[in-house]
């Protein structure tokens, strides 16, 4: 008996010394991956900044059927749609650009591709919200052609206009995440990406709508 709660004590003591080693040399084969940071405050605002944005466009979305419903073959209401489609197709490539850095661990700040795709979902999104306010005052203006619009950014977010929270926004989520071991980044650029993608425009509907 006493040699068998001699024995539990060594082995005790022995997982405590492993334990307090991990603290000390992580990556030792016998420790547990380390726990994934929880996000930070700027990293928080980051991304609600981000979805603020999106929701200003969907809000539009809400109100634009609900201004035709019944009259959805109507130039202003598929005008609306497409442009609306081209921002949703515009965002989620630019979040595609910051979930792929952040599961390959590539440096987002070098990437070209990424404030271009900035500027071109910025004139998207601009675009559509742009024709919303017109058509649903009554004073459509058809044929607005986004790639044709000024990248002023749209003033939905606290922390700036919308090109700043594509741009800075974005690079404030990749910094806490690319120190992170390759299967948490992994999990985190799938959260990222669920939590900020754009949504089809049949699938925006009012709370509670089937």
């Not at 003591?13 to 991990?22: D, P, T």
């Not at 726990?35 to 809400?62: D, G, H």
């Not at 900020?196 to 009012?206: G, R, V």
């Amino acid at each position: 008996m006493y040699r068998r709660i001699k024995m539990g004590i060594i082995m005790i003591v022995a997982a405590l010394s492993l334990a307090g080693c991990c603290k000390v040399i992580p990556c030792m084969p016998w420790c547990p991956p380390p726990e994934p940071p929880k996000p930070t405050p700027p990293q928080i605002e980051a991304r609600l900044a981000i979805m603020r944005n999106r929701e200003v466009a969907e809000s539009k979305v809400l109100a634009i059927k609900e201004r035709f419903k019944g009259k959805e073959t109507e130039a202003a209401y598929v005008e609306a749609s497409d442009l609306y489609a081209k921002a949703m197709s515009e965002n989620n490539a630019w979040l595609s650009v910051l979930t792929t850095s952040i599961e390959n661990n590539e440096n987002l700040e070098g990437i070209k591709s990424y404030e271009k795709q900035s500027i071109v979902a910025t004139d998207a999104t601009e675009a559509f919200v742009k024709y919303g306010k017109e058509i649903l005052v009554g004073k459509p203006s058809t044929g607005i052609v986004a790639a044709n619009l000024p990248s002023k950014g749209l003033e939905l977010s606290p922390i700036g206009d919308f090109i700043t929270a594509l741009v800075n926004n974005g690079i404030t989520i990749y910094k806490e995440y690319v120190a992170l071991q390759a299967q948490q980044r992994k999990n985190k650029a799938e959260v990222i990406r669920k939590e900020l993608i754009w949504k089809m425009w049949t699938d925006i509907k009012q709370a509670g709508a089937k």
